[in-house]
């Protein structure tokens, strides 16, 4: 409720500082980290939820989102992209530092460990995502038709250990759709 009423947030180039020296505080690794692509996002306070704020003024908490690297030119997504596991929240009169809410989730990669395998093409991940046999990582809007702007590979990485990084066809659409279908071909994955 504090910070409902007394939003004393910084600009954007020192809540990034803020939410890195938090980490770095708590001796968070951060190597691997792509800085260039952190993303910051402004918040007001509804009925004690955080909502899109509609312009600097009307802020009062600040999303600071970190991303992995890419990996041979791979992006790295994760599970309610573009909201990644290594963020941290500011609001205005928490105290220390003004991080309301952190999380740190991040997996060192043992790149030197890989294999080939056959992936689907975008026609058949594409007809997955038709047949409701993919993940909806995020989805703003209220509409059943979504139109497709993009499809991609990356990795997939989620909030808890896991063994190898699962490459996926993304696909983006309008309203901040994001879609995940499994690009490896099902005859090689052990179901």
Same mark, same amino acid.
Request: aromatic share 14%; no cysteine.
């Given at each position: 409720?504090?910070?409902? @009423? ?6 954007? &180039? /020192? ?5 890195? %020296? =938090? =980490? *770095? ?9 792509? =800085?260039?692509? !952190?993303? $910051? ?17 009307? #802020? ?15 992006? $790295?997504? +994760?599970?309610?992209?573009?909201? #990644? %596991? ?6 205005? $009169? *928490?105290?220390? %530092? #003004? ?8 997996? #060192?990669? &043992?790149?030197?460990?890989?294999? !080939? ?11 997955? &995502? ?10 703003? /809007? !209220? ?24 490459? @996926?066809?993304? =696909?983006? /659409?309008?309203?901040?759709? +994001?879609?995940? $279908? ?10």
């Amino acid at each position: 409720p504090a910070a409902a @009423v007394d939003s004393n947030l910084p600009d954007q &180039l /020192g809540a990034i500082a803020n939410a890195r %020296n =938090f =980490f *770095t505080v708590f001796e968070s690794d951060l190597t691997g980290i792509d =800085f260039d692509k !952190t993303q $910051v996002s402004r918040y007001s306070i509804q009925n004690a939820a955080l909502v899109p704020a509609s312009s600097v003024a009307t #802020s009062q908490a600040i999303r600071i989102d970190f991303y992995q690297t890419d990996i041979n030119d791979i992006p $790295v997504y +994760y599970p309610h992209y573009p909201k #990644s %596991n290594i963020f941290a929240i500011i609001a205005g $009169v *928490t105290y220390p %530092n #003004s991080i309301a809410e952190a999380e740190y989730f991040h997996q #060192s990669l &043992l790149l030197d460990q890989n294999g !080939t395998y056959p992936i689907k093409t975008t026609d058949e991940a594409f007809k997955e &995502l038709n047949e409701n046999q993919a993940y909806i990582a995020n989805y703003d /809007g !209220t509409k059943s038709n979504i139109l497709i702007q993009d499809a991609y590979l990356a990795y997939f990485a989620i909030d808890n250990l896991q063994e190898y990084l699962m490459p @996926v066809i993304v =696909f983006k /659409g309008n309203d901040n759709f +994001y879609a995940y $279908v499994s690009a490896i071909k099902d005859e090689w994955i052990a179901k």
